[in-house]
């Protein structure tokens, strides 16, 4: 400033659920981008931030039908850094919202690595079992675009070998 002295940055406060709407933490599929983002958007769903989850927490890559989608598991002592993304969702579309989840998933509590507790997607401990476990990965969306990577470098990007040597 004027003065020469540092002109203390002020930060802009973080996006919040309004009254009439629920902060909702989207670890999988559910996200921007994502194959059943519309199912959020199309209940008036409004995109927040991204996030990352507190560190007492593993992802998995479930077995299942498509889209495939991950379980978030709470597990103390996981030393994890997982992005997601929060939005918020009219308190009117939650019950069916809900409803359109299928098990092992279902809605908990969780931390936000900077201690906010909101409402997301959590996974029943059983289904992750015979999962792979995904959390060194980063994030749902790390993952995927790794597994895509890893397909197309393996030859299994759906071109023929003839195709990709000509």
Not at 21 to 38: D, F, I, R
Not at 59 to 64: P, Q, T
């Amino acid at each position: 400033g004027a003065t020469g002295q540092q002109v203390p940055r002020i930060s802009a406060p973080k996006p919040a659920a309004l009254p009439d709407e629920l902060a909702l933490c989207m670890v999988g599929a559910h996200m921007s981008g994502l194959p059943l983002n519309s199912q959020v958007m199309d209940r008036g769903g409004r995109y927040l931030e991204t996030v990352q989850l507190g560190p007492d927490y593993r992802l998995f890559a479930l077995s299942g039908p498509e889209p495939q989608r991950p379980g978030l598991l709470r597990e103390t002592g996981a030393d994890s850094a997982i992005e997601a993304e929060l939005w918020a969702l009219p308190l009117h579309e939650v019950g069916r919202f809900l409803q359109s989840i299928p098990a092992p998933l279902g809605l908990g509590s969780i931390t936000l690595s900077d201690g906010r507790v909101v409402q997301g997607f959590l996974c029943e401990a059983a289904a992750t079992l015979d999962a792979k476990d995904i959390t060194a990965s980063g994030g749902w969306r790390a993952w995927c675009k790794q597994k895509i990577s890893s397909m197309s470098h393996d030859g299994l990007d759906g071109k023929s070998e003839a195709a990709s040597s000509a």
